[in-house]
Nanobody, 117 residues
Framework: QVRLVESGGGLVQAGGSLRLSCAASGTTVSINAMGWYRQAPGKQREVVATISTRGLTTYTDSVKGRFTLSRDNAKNTVYLQMNTLKPEDTAVYYC???????????WGQGTSVTVSS
């Protein structure tokens, strides 16, 4: 059974940093496509950053240069380092994976990030 567990969210002042973690079980992050998404209050869920099965990363324009997605294959965990946070980054952040063998998609339960001005 695939399970994704996010952690690392919290309350931070504008300009601060947070690192989100997504620990996976039942699947292998090193061969799957992985992604971080976020959903702000009253808005649709949007993609923040992704890493392909080949290790190529992409970022939405609003976080380029501030956020970094990485993965630790030994820990089967992906991270989202978020620097220079802005109030508009406030959202629930979700980890996502697309399993390489089946193309099934799974979501974590989300971790809340609040950036105060």
């Amino acid at each position: 059974q695939v399970r994704l567990v996010e952690s690392g969210g919290g309350l931070v002042q504008a300009g601060g940093s947070l690192r989100l973690s997504c620990a996976a079980s039942g699947t292998t992050v090193s061969i799957n496509a992985m992604g971080w998404y976020r959903q702000a209050p009253g808005k649709q869920r949007e993609v923040v950053a992704t890493i392909s099965t080949r290790g190529l990363t992409t970022y939405t324009d609003s976080v380029k240069g501030r956020f970094t997605l990485s993965r630790d294959n030994a820990k089967n965990t992906v991270y989202l380092q978020m620097n220079t946070l802005k109030p508009e980054d406030t959202a629930v952040y979700y980890c996502n994976t697309v399993v390489f063998a089946t193309l099934d998609r799974y979501w974590g339960q989300g971790t809340s990030v609040t950036v105060s001005s």
